[in-house]
C-alpha cells in the first residue's frame, strides 16, 4: 500500500520536497518484486510464452526520435501548413530554451495556442505583454524581440525552403522531417548572426 498524497502535488516547483522524492522512490520499489510474483502467475497459468512475446513487442518499440531543433508535435504537423510549420517550430525552439532556463514546463512558459496565434497573426507582437499565459519572465520588450527574430528566422528560412502555405495531407515522414532539419540547419548557418 503506498502512500498517494504526493501524487497530486505541484512537481513543477522546485527544488522537489523531500516527501516528493520518496513518493518518487516508492513508486518504483516495488517494482522488481512485483515483476517476479507477476512472471510466476504467469508460468502457473501457462501464459509465459504470450507474457514474453508481449514484452519484446514492448521491447522493440521506440518512440520516433525527433531530429535536432524539432519542437513541434504529430498534431501541429497534420494541423498546420509545412510553411506555417517552420515558423511555429522556430518559436517553439525557443520557448522550449526558456522552459529549460527556467525549469518549467513549456506550457508554463508560453502557452502552444499563443504561439500558433502568432505564427499565423504577427501583428500580434505588438500587443505581446498582453497576451494570455506567458510567463511573466516573458512580457517585456527583450523577449518579444527575441520570439519576433525566431518568427522571422523562420519566414525567411521557409521561403528558402519554398514550403507551402496550403494545408498540410498527413504529416511529415521520418525522413521528411530529417531532411528539412538538415536544410534548416544549412540555411540556419546563413541567417544566425542577422537574426540572433
Known amino acids: 500500500q503506498l502512500d498517494k498524497s504526493q501524487q497530486r502535488t505541484d512537481w513543477t516547483r522546485r527544488p522537489l520536497k523531500d516527501q516528493q522524492w520518496l513518493y518518487a522512490a516508492r513508486d518504483v520499489l516495488f517494482l522488481p ?10 508460468a502457473e497459468r501457462g501464459v509465459s510464452e504470450f507474457v514474453q512475446e508481449e514484452n519484446s513487442a514492448w521491447n522493440a518499440y521506440r518512440v520516433e526520435e525527433k531530429p535536432a531543433g524539432w519542437f513541434v508535435n504529430k498534431d501541429d504537423e497534420r494541423k498546420l ?24 514546463p513549456g506550457f508554463q512558459i508560453a502557452p502552444r495556442e499563443v504561439l500558433m496565434d502568432v505564427t499565423f497573426h504577427p ?62 540547419k544549412r540555411i540556419s548557418n546563413v541567417v544566425d548572426e542577422k537574426y540572433r
Open 123 to 184: 501583428e500580434f507582437f505588438e500587443k505581446w505583454k498582453d497576451l494570455q499565459g506567458l510567463h511573466h519572465s516573458l512580457r517585456n520588450d527583450e523577449s518579444m524581440e527575441a520570439y519576433q527574430a525566431a518568427w522571422k528566422k523562420g519566414q525567411f528560412e521557409a521561403e528558402k525552403l519554398k514550403l507551402s502555405k496550403r494545408s498540410n495531407n498527413g504529416s511529415a515522414s521520418p525522413s521528411e522531417r530529417e531532411a528539412m532539419a538538415a536544410e534548416r
Open 33 to 42: 518484486e512485483l515483476k517476479r510474483i507477476l512472471l510466476e502467475m504467469a
Open 81 to 104: 501548413p509545412p510553411y506555417f510549420l517552420h515558423i511555429y517550430n522556430e518559436m517553439m525552439g525557443l520557448r522550449d530554451a526558456s522552459a529549460r532556463k527556467f525549469n518549467k
